[in-house]
Nanobody, 122 residues
Framework: QVHLVESGGGLVQPGRSLRLSCAAL????????MGWYRQAPGGNQREFLATINNRNSTTYGDSVKGRITISRDNAKNTAYLQMNSLRPEDTAVYYC???????????????WGQGTQVTVSS
């Protein structure tokens, strides 16, 4: 059993920064890509924000490029999302995603966290 647990969300004022964490827990043998997505209030699609692979190669979505940085600590099976200069339109539920091999399967399976709420408001 594998769980992705996000943390670090909350209420923040416009212009401030926030750092989200995503810890992969369980019977993990290997993690390839780890990524972040978000879903705005009333939205029905998740927006791609960033991904990082196990060689620390990163990709960013166009809407947030320049304001966010994704990183990971492979020893802790944890990914981070540093967000700067936050705007009210960044208000959303932020989800972590990862491709993980467990001891039960030789193939990568995709996992999602439950999400963490980020609200940007004065």
């Amino acid at each position: 059993q594998v769980h992705l647990v996000e943390s670090g969300g909350g209420l923040v004022q416009p212009g401030r920064s926030l750092r989200l964490s995503c810890a992969a827990l369980g019977n993990i043998r290997s993690i390839n890509d780890m990524g972040w997505y978000r879903q705005a209030p009333g939205g029905n699609q998740r927006e791609f924000l960033a991904t990082i692979n196990n060689r620390n190669s990163t990709t960013y979505g166009d809407s947030v490029k320049g304001r966010i940085t994704i990183s990971r600590d492979n020893a802790k099976n944890t990914a981070y999302l540093q967000m700067n200069s936050l705007r009210p339109e960044d208000t959303a539920v932020y989800y972590c995603n990862a491709a993980i091999i467990t001891s039960h399967s030789p193939y990568y399976n995709e996992y999602w966290g439950q999400g963490t709420q980020v609200t940007v408001s004065s």
